[in-house]
């Protein structure tokens, strides 16, 4: 089992930055790779970002490239998500991800852009 607890969500103006952070525990040298998704009200769930464990390999949705930017410290067993220049339409709930024996999702945090 891989426990996911993410943090650093909240509102921000447009223009404005937010770091979100994911906290893994449990059988962590299970994860491949580790991501995260959003989904905004009435809408699917999207990938964002996504970075492998053992590589560093990132890829990013078209949407958010040149924006945002995930890390990852693996002395923490942490990967963190970077967010600038956040946009009315990055609103959205955040959920981290982790590829193990299976698919492990985090709680969520809210992201929220808006004058």
């Known amino acids: 089992q891989v426990q996911l607890v993410e943090s650093g969500g909240g509102l921000v103006q447009p223009g404005g930055s937010l770091r979100l952070s994911c906290a893994a525990s449990g059988s962590i040298f299970s994860i491949s790779f580790m991501g995260w998704y959003r989904q905004a009200p009435g809408t699917q769930r999207e990938l964002v970002a996504a970075i492998t464990s053992a590589g560093g390999s990132r890829s990013y949705a078209d949407s958010v490239k040149g924006r945002f930017t995930i890390s990852r410290d693996n002395a923490k067993n942490t990967v963190y998500l970077e967010m600038n220049s956040l946009k009315p339409e990055d609103t959205a709930v955040y959920y981290c991800?982790?590829?193990?024996?299976?698919?492990?999702w985090g709680q969520g945090t809210q992201v929220t852009v808006s004058s």
């Open positions: 991800y982790a590829d193990g024996s299976k698919g492990y």
